[in-house]
């Protein structure tokens, strides 16, 4: 719990010295980047499992896929959100982003995951 | 390396849109697949009756416009049906297929009721219906006739207050020359008048005003998003065999084909897909319309197949031969 908020502290030191180092214009610049960057690469993923849904005995394995595949989204988002940011603002490269990734992908997923697995219960009790 | 990269980015991008016309595009072919069974008393329920859970509707999944790509993973499979689409599926917006859908199942669920109760009447003489003919609901008509919508409810032809719709149907089909219709289109009156050409495709389910019903019924199955005509033969049994406090149904019987105004078993689609649904889940007994039974007769080494022409036939085929 200690070493938990601890990272969190120091993740707050980190946006602190971001919001310093950066501006709104390119801060939406690498916003609207990682977004399309994600879509790009996990589009085709979603595709392939949205048609894969009329196979009726794997709706559940796919659900979870779907789950897990938003999660791997948000993290690569992050990612790709700030090495686009360090791109524009060469400063930021000496800041510890990581850990922004790590605390802010974790916080998403854990309210990701909580709805998945809200939806996974209705969709059982359905069927 | 950063040759190498190049080399590697340049394939990647090929391969990627390949990937994704492949994803996106969508072909003039639908695809048919199996589907779980659903329990018919939790569709339509009679209230303060048993009713058995041992009924079962197959459906089926549909989707129409498949991309290539869904075109090359379905047709690896035995048990989908694809196919080029029909000509209805090719007049049609998705919205309009999903209304139809509604339009079939709201039908099947008024045809069924009254048929039931009907013939439960003839056994107890405290069951009872008091319905009456509302008109006849369009399901299909071709672009040419676009001043009638899907859902669209013709109440009288000519003037002439039909009481059946046997009658305002032939009257309908047999009808050369201008149609003065009178429509009712959510909830307001319209006039509408139409030259029936020789090309003209019309569909129509009977809508009836149920008006009063002892025992009373609930139709939980309208809020759902299963649609279609082809339960109509199971919610018709289901209501009858509750109403008659049948009580002796203790292995799974499932079953697909419409209730036709006249207690026929009507046609259906994908009945194959319907018949392994019901296979996988280890069900041993399979009514359908004898009118497919040809199409279906190899698949009888699955699931024993009762092909039955009415509602009477699908009584005693489930009374006097599932459960002897």
Same mark, same amino acid.
């Given at each position: 719990?200690? $070493?938990?908020? *601890?990272?969190?502290?120091?993740?707050?030191?980190?946006? $602190?010295?971001?919001?310093?180092? %950066? %501006?709104?214009? %390119?801060?939406?610049?690498?916003?609207? #980047?990682?977004?399309?960057?994600?879509?790009?690469?996990?589009?085709?993923?979603?595709?392939?499992?949205?048609?894969?849904?009329?196979? +009726?005995?794997?709706?559940?394995?796919?659900?979870?896929?779907?789950?897990?595949?938003?999660?791997?989204?948000?993290?690569?988002?992050?990612?790709?959100?700030?090495?686009?940011?360090?791109?524009?603002?060469?400063?930021?490269?000496?800041?510890?982003?990581?850990?922004?990734?790590?605390?802010?992908?974790?916080?998403?997923? !854990?309210?990701?995951?909580?709805?998945?697995?809200?939806?996974?219960?209705?969709?059982?009790?359905?069927? | 390396? /950063?040759?190498?990269? *190049?080399? &590697?980015?340049?394939?990647?991008?090929?391969?990627? +849109?390949?990937?994704?016309?492949?994803?996106?595009?969508?072909? =003039?072919?639908?695809?048919?697949?199996?589907?779980?069974?659903?329990?018919?008393?939790?569709?339509?329920?009679?209230?303060?009756?048993?009713?058995?859970?041992?009924?079962?509707?197959?459906?089926?999944?549909?989707?129409?416009?498949?991309?290539?790509? #869904?075109?090359?993973?379905?047709?690896?499979?035995?048990?989908?049906?694809?196919?080029?689409?029909? $000509?209805?599926?090719?007049?049609?917006?998705?919205?309009?297929?999903?209304?139809?859908?509604?339009?079939?199942?709201?039908?099947?669920?008024?045809?069924?009721?009254?048929?039931?109760?009907?013939?439960?009447?003839?056994?107890?003489?405290? +069951?009872?219906?008091?319905?009456?003919?509302? #008109?006849?609901?369009?399901?299909?008509? %071709?672009?040419?006739?676009?001043?009638? *919508?899907?859902?669209?409810?013709?109440?009288?032809?000519?003037?002439?207050?039909?009481?059946?719709?046997?009658?305002?149907?032939?009257?309908?089909?047999?009808?050369?020359?201008?149609? /003065?219709?009178?429509?009712?289109?959510?909830?307001?009156?319209?006039?509408?008048?139409?030259?029936?050409?020789?090309?003209?495709?019309?569909?129509?389910?009977?809508?009836?005003?149920?008006?009063? !019903?002892?025992?009373? $019924?609930?139709?939980?199955?309208? =809020?759902?998003?299963? #649609?279609?005509?082809? !339960?109509?033969?199971?919610?018709?049994?289901?209501?009858?065999?509750?109403?008659?406090?049948?009580?002796?149904?203790?292995?799974?019987?499932?079953?697909?084909?419409?209730?036709?105004?006249?207690?026929?078993?009507?046609?259906?689609?994908?009945?194959?897909?319907?018949?392994?649904?019901?296979?996988?889940?280890?069900?041993?007994?399979?009514?359908?319309?004898?009118?497919?039974?040809?199409?279906?007769?190899?698949?009888?080494?699955? &699931?024993?197949?009762?092909?039955?022409?009415?509602?009477?036939?699908?009584?005693?085929?489930?009374?006097?031969? &599932?459960?002897?």
């Amino acid at each position: 719990m200690k $070493y938990l908020l *601890k990272l969190w502290q120091q993740s707050k030191v980190v946006r $602190y010295r971001l919001e310093d180092l %950066t %501006t709104m214009r %390119t801060t939406i610049l690498s916003v609207l #980047g990682a977004i399309l960057v994600t879509s790009l690469l996990l589009l085709p993923l979603y595709l392939i499992i949205i048609q894969l849904f009329m196979f +009726v005995s794997i709706h559940v394995l796919l659900i979870v896929l779907l789950l897990i595949l938003t999660i791997g989204a948000l993290f690569l988002y992050e990612y790709a959100m700030y090495e686009i940011h360090a791109l524009f603002e060469p400063k930021i490269k000496n800041l510890n982003t990581k850990l922004l990734v790590m605390i802010e992908g974790s916080i998403l997923s !854990a309210i990701i995951l909580v709805i998945g697995i809200i939806f996974i219960f209705v969709y059982l009790r359905g069927v | 390396m /950063n040759s190498k990269f *190049k080399t &590697i980015f340049h394939t990647a991008i090929f391969a990627y +849109v390949y990937l994704m016309i492949a994803l996106t595009i969508p072909t =003039n072919f639908s695809v048919t697949a199996p589907n779980q069974s659903s329990t018919v008393n939790t569709f339509i329920h009679i209230d303060g009756k048993n009713q058995t859970s041992h009924l079962k509707s197959m459906s089926v999944l549909t989707m129409t416009r498949i991309t290539g790509f #869904g075109r090359m993973l379905y047709e690896l499979s035995s048990e989908f049906d694809v196919k080029p689409l029909t $000509y209805v599926e090719s007049t049609l917006s998705q919205k309009e297929m999903n209304l139809r859908g509604q339009i079939q199942k709201n039908a099947s669920f008024e045809q069924s009721l009254i048929t039931a109760y009907e013939l439960a009447h003839l056994t107890d003489l405290s +069951v009872h219906i008091n319905y009456k003919l509302t #008109g006849m609901i369009i399901d299909y008509r %071709t672009p040419d006739y676009s001043m009638l *919508k899907i859902g669209d409810i013709i109440v009288d032809i000519n003037n002439q207050n039909f009481t059946d719709y046997e009658s305002m149907g032939q009257y309908f089909i047999d009808y050369d020359g201008i149609l /003065n219709l009178k429509v009712l289109r959510e909830d307001k009156t319209m006039e509408v008048s139409i030259e029936k050409n020789d090309q003209a495709i019309f569909r129509f389910y009977p809508k009836y005003e149920i008006i009063s !019903a002892s025992p009373s $019924y609930s139709l939980p199955g309208q =809020n759902t998003s299963l #649609g279609g005509p082809s !339960a109509g033969m199971m919610y018709t049994l289901s209501i009858y065999f509750a109403l008659i406090d049948y009580d002796l149904i203790d292995v799974d019987i499932a079953g697909t084909g419409t209730i036709r105004y006249n207690g026929e078993i009507g046609r259906i689609g994908g009945l194959p897909q319907k018949i392994y649904g019901a296979h996988k889940e280890g069900i041993k007994h399979f009514l359908i319309p004898s009118s497919h039974y040809n199409e279906v007769k190899q698949l009888s080494h699955l &699931i024993k197949l009762y092909p039955v022409d009415t509602i009477e036939d699908a009584i005693e085929v489930v009374m006097y031969e &599932i459960l002897t």
